[in-house]
């Protein structure tokens, strides 16, 4: 069975750091694109950044220049770092991930994570 288990959120201040981790276990084939979404309370869950198998991240605007993803292949585990962190990043941060188990008849599709609290205020 393939899990995904978001850690490292919290309360923080205006302007502070949170590094956000997501640990891939199971029956693993291969990971394919990860990605980081969050939903504030009465929104809809948005994307905030992806990651390829290569390596190559994307970016929502509102995270540009302030966050950075990054993933680590021989651990499954991907990475937010969330620098410079605003209250309107409040949000519980959901991981994601393309995955192919090795399960028989299982196909390959998205899991996700249970999610971490993110809160950012004085």
């Known amino acids: 069975q393939v899990r995904l288990v978001e850690s490292g959120g919290g309360l923080v201040l205006p302007g502070g750091s949170l590094r956000l981790s997501c640990v891939v276990s199971g029956n693993i084939v291969r990971i394919y694109t990860m990605g980081w979404y969050r939903q504030a309370p009465g929104k809809q869950r948005e994307l905030v950044a992806g990651?390829?198998?290569?390596?190559?991240?994307n970016y929502a605007d509102f995270v540009k220049g302030r966050f950075t993803i990054s993933r680590d292949n021989a651990k499954n585990t991907v990475y937010l770092q969330m620098n410079s962190l605003k209250p309107e990043d409040t949000a519980v941060y959901y991981c994601?991930?393309?995955?192919?188990?090795?399960?028989?008849?299982?196909?390959?599709?998205?899991?996700w994570g249970q999610g971490t609290q993110v809160t950012v205020s004085s």
């Open positions: 994601n991930a393309d995955i192919s188990a090795a399960t028989l008849g299982v196909p390959r599709r998205v899991y």
């Open positions: 990651i390829g198998s290569g390596g190559s991240g």
